[in-house]
């Protein structure tokens, strides 16, 4: 049973970073200043080492007195900070070439910014203006920001975080300000709202961090501290400070660790309270009352960690038809079969289960986040699978629907249509296994199977509508991947408009569905009608349908058509692609004495469409 | 443990210098890491170790040990 209950001293003697972040997330202990710097001394000496993180922060007030609040975050996660305060003051300056911003190389940059520092009309009262008057201030206050951002934003610093902080006082009119005409706190919400969508439509690798969220999680009278605000322009009490440091420190840990992709969670006392087995359908905690609401509540939750693009796998030591009869006929289940990308319902040690997991995924085990309220399988996992991040389920239900609030590895930064269908991709992927299961018991061989699936492949060249995306297959895959290059979204933009790279994606759809953008190439054009293959990466969610090839040859012919006479490419052997490792003879490039792949396009002509068992549609370069 | 080694260690730890150079005569112009960023910090971590709360009209007064130790002991403090 996880331990509910820490004084301090406890904190001090628990060994792993993950159970010190999920204890201080239970604990609710409010640390003072001496005992943040105790604990994140103590983090620091614990395994494995840590990894550096460079952080630059542009400021309008006091930003140094929040050093031993990232130092503490930073520690917890494994992370030595090295922070950068620009001079007080909006410091445009660090938005130029040469500034020591920039010589520092951050991999994270925040802006501490205040409203009143974007527009001088906010040093009066908002409530003062009638509703036309707010709405044009509005729209000035969100471009002149976003011009400040955007001057920080064309410059290499790393993932920006940009925040406001919000008004030490309550809105203008007090208690009728929500229903008033002229409030302050609806011309603050809408001007938000303007605020994320800009950046989300406008900027690449920018993330509005919002301080009215943690404001409210740990209320005014928390969050501020006007002796230090007035006397030494510093904002924020402790718990303040702790949960703003922890909130950049997270931007920093998804930059820096494996991409999180699945939630694997065990359901007796996880997913309800109770044993299947022995309280059976009846006597488990599911539903509106005590303890079971807390575990409909954790469910719920769950169907959010899922439209924020992680998938849900069950890994449990129970009877299948035990746990079947739960998710088709409890009342109050509200996880279904269709939510769980995959599952493993046995008696199997679940190391082993989580193995088997993977690789019906497709998914390396750094990408799995395992649920469980045992201390023996919690500790099995860690010990035998150490890249796998183990949370252990709170022993009190109250405090089950939160426990992975405080995983920054569950937090992203972006969101595009593929991580919101990536469910219905996976369902859609048990359906063709099936329908294959189904052919080879007729006696079919892989190519029926392959025709009758009447795929189409969409190409697209330098498009942009997809950064995000084209950014995140960068970031994310690691087993199809040629040369594993990662690219931030300011990157990647940087390719698409030179003219010197040829940059393409492409969807796949067969009679299941559309697999959405899932593989990426970058060519570079160099001189001599030489082109290099920068990057070439699929997702493994396509594997074993020919897309690879086809993908490839159709690029082949394009660049062929262009002029270009020789294609060099590499693979790059990581611990994880030796899948590709003959992809590039396979495909008929020459491995040279330089230890690069060659392909001649006169010697070697790219094969044609009708090769491959998919119909290509691409777009037709003047 | 008396106030004056309980507020040994918290100036040793919020400065990040050792204890040994805190004595019961110790001034902020003595130490090169009591600057002003060290001195709000310091009134931040004195108000949490000794479970006080510091008026900001005290800030400036409270630049000495001495000074922090007559401070505590009218606010009652024992260790």
Known sequence: ?622 | MSTFSKLQQTIAATLKVPATKITETTRDEELAAWDSLGHVNLMMALEQTFDVMLDVEDFPKLNSVPAILAYLQAQGVSA
């Open chain 1, 1 to 622: 049973m996880a331990k509910t209950k820490f004084a301090f001293d406890d904190l001090t003697q628990i060994s792993s970073r993950s159970e010190l972040r999920a204890a201080l997330a239970l604990s609710r202990l409010s640390l003072s200043l001496p005992q943040a710097q105790t604990l994140s001394a103590h983090a620091k000496t614990l395994t494995p080492g840590l990894q550096p993180l460079r952080l630059g922060i542009v400021h309008t007030y006091t930003s140094d007195l929040l050093d031993p609040w990232l130092d503490l975050a930073a520690s917890l996660e494994g992370l030595e900070i090295a922070t950068y305060h620009a001079p007080y003051g909006l410091a445009l300056q660090e938005a130029r070439e040469g500034s020591e911003l920039l010589a520092h190389q951050p991999d994270v940059t925040l802006l501490l910014l205040r409203r009143e520092d974007i527009h001088p009309d906010l040093q009066r009262p908002i409530t003062g203006l009638p509703p036309a008057d707010q709405q044009a201030l509005s729209g000035e206050f969100v471009d002149r920001l976003l011009a400040i951002v955007g001057q920080f934003r064309a410059h290499k610093i790393g993932q920006l975080v940009v925040s406001l902080l919000p008004s030490l006082t309550g809105p203008g009119l007090g208690i009728y300000d929500a229903q008033a005409e002229r409030s302050e706190s609806a011309w603050w919400a809408s001007t938000k709202t303007l605020v994320g969508t800009r950046i989300r439509e406008t900027l690449n690798a920018t993330v509005y961090l919002d301080l009215d969220e943690i404001l409210q999680q740990v209320g005014r009278r928390s969050f501020f501290d006007q002796r230090y605000w007035y006397s030494a322009r510093f904002p924020f009490a402790a718990d303040a400070a702790r949960e703003l440091a922890r909130r950049v420190v997270s931007v920093g840990v998804l930059g820096k660790t494996p991409k999180a992709k699945v939630i694997v969670l065990d359901a007796d006392n996880t997913l309800w309270g109770g044993v299947i087995g022995e309280d059976g359908m009846n006597g488990i905690g599911l539903g509106p009352d005590y303890p079971g609401s807390a575990f409909v509540d954790f469910q719920k939750r769950l169907l959010e960690y899922q439209q924020r693009g992680f998938i849900l796998a069950l890994c449990s030591k129970n009877n299948a038809a035990d746990l079947d009869q739960v998710l088709r006929e409890h009342p109050h289940q509200v996880l279904k079969d269709e939510h769980f990308a995959a599952r493993r319902v046995n008696w199997v040690p679940k190391p082993d289960n989580l193995i088997s997991l993977a690789e019906e995924l497709n998914l390396g085990l750094d990408s799995f986040i395992f649920v469980d309220d045992s201390d023996h399988e919690c500790a099995a996992v860690r010990h035998r699978l150490p890249q796998v991040e183990v949370i252990q389920t709170p022993s009190r239900p109250v405090d089950v629907p939160t426990c992975l609030d405080h995983v920054a590895r569950l937090e992203v930064l972006t969101l595009t249509a593929e991580d919101l269908a990536k469910t219905e991709m996976y369902a859609q992927e048990r359906r063709r296994r099936e329908f294959s299961e189904q052919l080879e018991q007729g006696g079919s061989g892989a190519g029926d199977y392959l025709a009758k699936l009447e795929m189409k492949m969409r190409i697209g060249l330098d498009p942009a509508e997809h950064l995000a995306r084209l950014s995140q297959l960068t970031q994310k895959t690691n087993q199809f991947n040629l040369t594993t290059r990662r690219y931030d979204e300011h990157q990647m933009q940087g390719f698409i408009d030179s003219d010197d790279w040829v940059v393409a994606d492409f969807s796949l759809a067969d009679t299941f569905g559309d697999s959405g953008i899932v593989g990426l190439a970058l060519f570079r054009k160099l001189e001599a009608k030489r082109a290099e293959l920068d990057t070439f990466l699929m997702s493994c969610r396509v594997i074993g349908r020919e897309a690879e090839s086809a993908f490839m040859h159709s690029l082949l012919r394009l660049l062929a058509d262009q002029g270009i006479e020789e294609i060099v490419a590499d693979y790059k052997p990581t611990a994880k692609n030796e899948l590709v490792k003959n992809f590039l003879p396979q495909q008929g490039f020459r491995l040279g004495d330089d230890g690069r792949y060659r392909m001649q396009l006169a010697e070697t002509p790219p094969k044609p469409e009708s090769a491959f068992p998919i119909q290509v549609d691409m777009p037709i370069v003047a």
